[in-house]
C-alpha cells in the first residue's frame, strides 16, 4: 500500500513540475541582422519595443537571440543554420541578405523580414500580395522619385548624378532602377557608381570628384555602414549627396526624404504578434509597407555646401 501512495505521489509531482515547466516555457524569438547600422539598429529597436509594448517581454515569457552577421554573407548563413537547429517559434530577419539565409534554411518556421526593400525580387515570397511561404514581414521601399525630386530641388544646378550602391544587394538594384527612371523623368544625366565591398567604398567616390554634380545614395547597406568613408569624400569636394534614409544623413549626407525604420520595426512587431498570439499564417499576410516619409537634413553639411534648406521642408 506504502508503494502504491509513494508511487501515485511521485506521478503527481511529475506532472506538476511538467506543468510548471510548460507554464514556463518562452518563446524562442530568433533575430540575424545583416550588418550594424543606424537605420537596421532602430528597425531591431522598434521591433523589441512593440513587442514589449504588446506584452512579449525578452526574458519573462520570450527569449531573444539577437544575432548580427557583421556585413558577412558566410555569417549570416552560420546564424541562420542556428537560429534554425535552435527551434526558433518566429525568425525575425532584418536586410535582404539576412532574409535569404534564414529562408533558405526553413520552410516551417515562421520568418517575418524587415529591411527589404521588395521581398518578391528577392525570392522570398511568391507574390508581395500574397506571400504564399513561410516568409512575410515589412517593407523599407523608399520614396526614389521623390528623393530624386529633392535633389533637384535643393542642387537645382545638378546636370549629372552618380547613384551609388553596391552591386550584390538586389535590393540596391531595385532601388537604383527607379531612381534611374526618375532622374530621365527629371532631366538629369546620371552614372552607375558600383562597390562590391567597404574596401571600394573611397576609391569609387573619389572617381567621381569632378565628374559629377550630386550624389544619390538608396538604403544600401554597405554604403550606409561605410557612409563616414563617403562623407570623407563629398564634403569637403561640395558635392551634395541624397539619402535613402536618415542614419546615412546623420553620418554626413546631406538630406533624405525618407521613412522611419524604427516605426518599422514597430509595424513588424505587429505583425509578429499576429503569428505568435492569433496563429496568423505568414503565407496569408500580405508586405506591409509604412505610408507616411520623412524630410530630415543635416544642417552642418548644408552650411558647408552652402545650401539653402527651403522653409517649408523644415517642420
Same mark, same amino acid.
Given at each position: 500500500?506504502?508503494?502504491?501512495?509513494?508511487?501515485?505521489? /511521485?506521478?503527481?509531482?511529475?506532472?506538476?513540475f511538467s506543468s510548471c515547466?510548460?507554464?514556463?516555457?518562452?518563446?524562442?524569438?530568433? &533575430?540575424?541582422?545583416?550588418?550594424?547600422?543606424?537605420?537596421?539598429?532602430?528597425?531591431?529597436?522598434?521591433?523589441?519595443?512593440?513587442? @514589449?509594448?504588446?506584452?512579449?517581454?525578452?526574458?519573462?515569457?520570450? !527569449?531573444?537571440?539577437?544575432?548580427?552577421?557583421?556585413?558577412?554573407?558566410?555569417?549570416?548563413?552560420?546564424?541562420?543554420?542556428?537560429?534554425?537547429n535552435d527551434q526558433s517559434?518566429?525568425? +525575425?530577419?532584418?536586410?535582404?541578405?539576412?532574409?535569404? /539565409?534564414? /529562408?533558405?534554411?526553413?520552410?516551417?518556421?515562421?520568418?517575418?523580414?524587415?529591411?527589404?526593400?521588395?521581398?518578391?525580387?528577392?525570392?522570398?515570397?511568391?507574390?508581395?500580395?500574397?506571400?504564399?511561404?513561410?516568409?512575410?514581414?515589412?517593407?523599407?521601399?523608399?520614396?526614389?522619385?521623390?528623393?530624386?525630386?529633392?535633389? @533637384?530641388?535643393? %542642387?537645382?544646378?545638378?546636370?549629372?548624378?552618380?547613384?551609388? +550602391?553596391?552591386?550584390?544587394?538586389?535590393?540596391?538594384? +531595385?532601388? $537604383?532602377?527607379?531612381?534611374?527612371?526618375?532622374?530621365?523623368?527629371?532631366?538629369?544625366?546620371?552614372?552607375?557608381?558600383?562597390?562590391?565591398?567597404?574596401?571600394?567604398?573611397?576609391? %569609387?567616390?573619389?572617381?567621381?570628384?569632378? @565628374?559629377?554634380?550630386?550624389?544619390?545614395?538608396?538604403?544600401?547597406?554597405?554604403? $550606409?555602414?561605410? +557612409?563616414?568613408?563617403?562623407?570623407?569624400?563629398?564634403?569637403?569636394?561640395?558635392i551634395p549627396v541624397i539619402?535613402? !534614409?536618415?542614419?546615412?544623413?546623420?553620418?554626413?549626407?546631406?538630406?533624405?526624404?525618407?521613412?522611419?525604420?524604427?516605426?518599422?520595426?514597430?509595424?513588424? $512587431?505587429?505583425? $509578429?504578434?499576429?503569428?505568435?498570439?492569433? @496563429?496568423?499564417?505568414?503565407?496569408?499576410?500580405?508586405?506591409?509597407?509604412?505610408?507616411?516619409?520623412?524630410?530630415?537634413?543635416?544642417? !552642418? &553639411?548644408?552650411?558647408?555646401?552652402?545650401?539653402?534648406?527651403?522653409?517649408?521642408?523644415?517642420?
Amino acid at each position: 500500500m506504502k508503494k502504491i501512495i509513494v508511487f501515485a505521489a /511521485a506521478v503527481a509531482a511529475l506532472a506538476l513540475f511538467s506543468s510548471c515547466q510548460k507554464k514556463d516555457k518562452k518563446i524562442k524569438i530568433g &533575430v540575424i541582422q545583416l550588418v550594424e547600422h543606424p537605420a537596421l539598429d532602430k528597425n531591431y529597436q522598434g521591433f523589441v519595443d512593440g513587442l @514589449k509594448s504588446a506584452g512579449y517581454v525578452d526574458g519573462q515569457n520570450i !527569449e531573444i537571440d539577437y544575432e548580427n552577421a557583421q556585413g558577412e554573407q558566410a555569417n549570416c548563413v552560420t546564424i541562420a543554420q542556428k537560429l534554425v537547429n535552435d527551434q526558433s517559434d518566429l525568425i +525575425f530577419a532584418i536586410a535582404t541578405p539576412a532574409a535569404q /539565409a534564414v /529562408a533558405n534554411m526553413t520552410s516551417d518556421i515562421p520568418i517575418l523580414v524587415s529591411s527589404v526593400t521588395d521581398p518578391k525580387t528577392a525570392q522570398l515570397v511568391e507574390s508581395n500580395e500574397k506571400p504564399g511561404t513561410n516568409v512575410s514581414g515589412t517593407s523599407d521601399l523608399t520614396p526614389c522619385a521623390a528623393q530624386i525630386a529633392l535633389l @533637384k530641388r535643393l %542642387v537645382p544646378s545638378a546636370k549629372k548624378v552618380a547613384i551609388l +550602391f553596391c552591386s550584390s544587394e538586389e535590393n540596391s538594384r +531595385f532601388q $537604383a532602377n527607379l531612381a534611374e527612371a526618375a532622374c530621365q523623368k527629371e532631366g538629369l544625366d546620371f552614372v552607375e557608381a558600383t562597390v562590391s565591398n567597404t574596401n571600394e567604398v573611397q576609391q %569609387v567616390v573619389q572617381s567621381l570628384v569632378g @565628374k559629377v554634380d550630386a550624389i544619390y545614395a538608396p538604403t544600401d547597406n554597405m554604403i $550606409a555602414s561605410s +557612409f563616414a568613408t563617403v562623407a570623407l569624400v563629398t564634403t569637403p569636394n561640395k558635392i551634395p549627396v541624397i539619402c535613402g !534614409e536618415e542614419g546615412m544623413v546623420q553620418g554626413g549626407g546631406l538630406a533624405t526624404y525618407g521613412i522611419n525604420y524604427y516605426e518599422l520595426g514597430l509595424q513588424t $512587431a505587429k505583425m $509578429a504578434v499576429e503569428v505568435l498570439k492569433d @496563429k496568423k499564417n505568414p503565407a496569408d499576410m500580405p508586405i506591409q509597407y509604412l505610408e507616411n516619409c520623412d524630410f530630415s537634413y543635416n544642417k !552642418e &553639411v548644408a552650411d558647408e555646401l552652402g545650401i539653402e534648406i527651403p522653409a517649408d521642408l523644415i517642420k
